[in-house]
């Protein structure tokens, strides 16, 4: 099992950017993607996941109609549109995989996910 995460890198406050997370050695179909961010010294932090239904859940409030989640069964990839950035989106954003198959919903417990990606930084600078 292997995710990648990309699409991070420095981008001006009130800009966008394109995260992907490109997946293998699983059916990509049949899980829940999520997706995480962390700083130094900080928690991993939650934002948002995507069941294999296709349904989307918003765990911080901080990027609730700034971030939007989706995935691409065909290419086995999940996504997370970022927008409306600010400093403090500054962080290595990951994606992770659910260890349950066909969940409907989204675990909201992190060790429920036991795949990870390396992570993509995403700073926001002026």
């Known amino acids: 099992v292997q995710l990648q995460a990309s699409g991070g890198g420095l981008v001006q406050p009130g800009g966008s950017l394109s995260l992907s997370c490109a997946t293998s050695g699983f059916t990509f179909d049949y899980y829940t993607i999520g997706w995480f961010r962390q700083t130094p010294g900080k928690e991993r932090e939650g934002l948002s996941c995507i069941d294999y239904t296709g349904r989307s859940t918003y765990w911080s409030d901080s990027v609730k109609g700034r971030f939007t989640i989706s995935r691409d069964n065909d290419k086995s990839t999940a996504y997370l549109q970022i927008s409306s950035l600010k400093p403090e989106d500054t962080a290595v954003y990951y994606c992770?995989?659910?260890?349950?198959?066909?969940?409907?919903?989204?675990?909201?417990?992190?060790?429920?996910?036991?795949?990870w990606g390396q992570g993509t930084l995403v700073t926001v600078s002026s």
């Open positions: 992770a995989r659910d260890l349950r198959f066909r969940r409907v919903g989204c675990p909201t417990v992190r060790g429920d996910y036991g795949y």
